[in-house]
């Protein structure tokens, strides 16, 4: 084959040109000179089978060398090496074949060279992604130790904080009731105790925030499964915030949607937390003279419940990092300044909380807000989706119902009538 040989003849020259022009030291140059021999008499058998598979191999080896640190500067080092091996065999066979030679050798080696970069080119960034996706694996599980760190770091300060917390909240109720008679002395010191016990109360409730964070972290928030009904845990929160709807006149109004009376098996103190956050942030982030109010529907196994109301609204971007803990602080002045002033921010736990008890439940939360405008207040609305059950997912108390009805709990309902039936058969005789 003519243009083996043309190749032959210039092999040696080709190689030592761009040794001369890549490689800087003797020792170095006589290595890479080896290497380039071994690269040519591939070339040479790509040529003879018409296959540039041949390169392969060597092509791999050539990009698995490149060093930790050009891969990080993501230096795409044998682009260059292969351009300078076609520019010397330029010049090599223009000095050393005629003209039509040259050419023809040249035109045999181009769409193998053309293969070369193409093939090197892929590997490298082949390498490349999995070089970043070891990165990025190496990231997120740094985030990950962060994040259980994060998570250990609050239960073990709540649990150092509750301990004091309890000493003094004590020591300061005994005060309170063992109290000297001098009406005066009485008087001042009992604003003060009055002032302490109030702050007791507030770094409670972070310390228990924190807990239950930790414990929905942890997967260890656990369900007292009894009989529940929305309208009894809004009439319960209601009266609590009454005298704060008042001082603010808000308009608060508890719709009787579809459900409301229904009753569902869950946790009626933790669901009672969930809707207390709702509702009392909606009283925080609703301006005075605003409203509020609760609504919902009855869904296919679902009782959904919302919570409108007037305020500031929300911005689409952070919707769903509400729901995180930490995940939207806000304006960090503002943190624990009052769990119903309005804009009184807590320190961001609550939606995550009440998010916790909802998913605990099996239940789902969201919120839709055309934005945040504290002029305009656009409003939020609260979605609580939460399944409807006819009996408790915990056995025991299953058990229990059934000692008390006779009948499981999923026959509650037809238990209350036959209960009235037979109260109705058993005191038939007082009508004759
Ligand atoms: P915080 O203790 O700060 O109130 P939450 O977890 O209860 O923490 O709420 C997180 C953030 O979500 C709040 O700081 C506030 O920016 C926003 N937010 C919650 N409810 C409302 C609402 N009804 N209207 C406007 N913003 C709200």
């Known amino acids: 084959m003519r243009v083996v040989d043309l190749l032959d003849q210039v092999r040696d020259l080709w190689a030592e040109r761009v040794a001369r ?42 990009t698995a060398a490149q ?13 260059p090496i292969l351009g300078h091996i076609l520019l010397s065999l330029n010049t090599v066979a223009r000095e050393n074949l005629n003209h039509e030679d040259a050419l023809e050798l040249i035109g045999a080696v181009l769409p193998i060279h053309t293969h070369a970069v193409h093939y090197s080119s892929q590997k490298e960034t082949e390498i490349y992604v999995q070089h970043i996706a070891g990165e990025l694996e190496q990231a997120r599980s740094t985030l990950e130790r962060l994040d259980t760190s994060k998570s250990d770091f609050i239960s073990v300060a709540a649990h150092e904080l509750r301990t004091p917390l309890t000493l003094i909240e004590g020591y ?10 001098d009406d005066q002395a009485r008087e001042r010191v009992e604003i003060m105790l009055k002032g302490i016990d109030n702050g007791i109360r507030r770094l409670r409730e972070i310390i228990d925030d924190m807990i239950d964070v930790s414990l929905i972290d942890n997967d260890m928030l656990k369900l007292n499964y009894q009989p529940v009904w929305f309208n009894q845990l809004l009439g319960i929160v209601r009266q609590e915030i009454d005298g704060i709807i008042t001082e603010r006149s808000l308009n608060f109004i508890i719709e009787k949607f579809p459900g409301h009376d229904e009753m569902t098996f869950g946790d009626p103190e933790r669901l009672y937390q969930a809707i207390w956050n709702i509702l009392t942030n909606a009283v925080k982030y609703t301006p005075n003279e605003g409203t509020i109010t609760v609504s919902g529907r009855r869904l296919p196994g679902f009782i959904e419940m919302t919570v409108t ?10 919707q769903i990092n509400i729901f995180e803990k930490f995940g939207h602080l806000g304006d960090v002045s503002l943190h624990s ?43 939020s609305t609260f979605h609580i989706l939460l399944p409807v059950r006819k009996e408790s997912p915990d056995n025991k108390v299953n058990k229990l119902f059934e000692s008390i009805s006779g009948e499981g709990p999923a026959g509650i309902e037809q238990t209350y009538e036959e ?12 009508k004759k």
């Not at 060093?67 to 682009?79: C, D, F, I, N, V």
Request: with cysteine; hydrophobic share 30%; glycine share 12%.
């Open 21 to 62: 022009r890549l490689a800087r030291g003797e020792s170095v140059r006589e290595s890479f000179q080896d290497e380039l021999r071994r690269y040519l008499d591939l070339l040479r058998h790509a040529i003879v089978s018409g296959d540039p598979a041949w390169l392969n191999e060597i092509l791999d080896e050539w």
């Open 67 to 79: 060093t930790q640190s050009e891969r990080e500067r993501r230096e795409a080092s044998l682009a």
């Open 172 to 181: 300061s109720s005994m005060l309170l009731d063992n109290f000297p008679t």
């Open 309 to 318: 109301d007037t305020g500031i609204g929300i911005d689409p971007d952070v």
């Open 337 to 379: 300044s009052g769990k119903t002033k309005f804009k009184g921010g807590g320190p961001g736990l609550g939606l995550p909380i009440t998010k916790g008890i909802i998913e605990a439940h099996g239940g789902t939360i969201w919120v839709e807000s055309e934005g945040y405008d504290e002029t305009t207040c656009p409003g």
């Open 419 to 430: 209960v009235k039936e037979s109260i109705a058969k058993e005191t038939s005789w007082l």
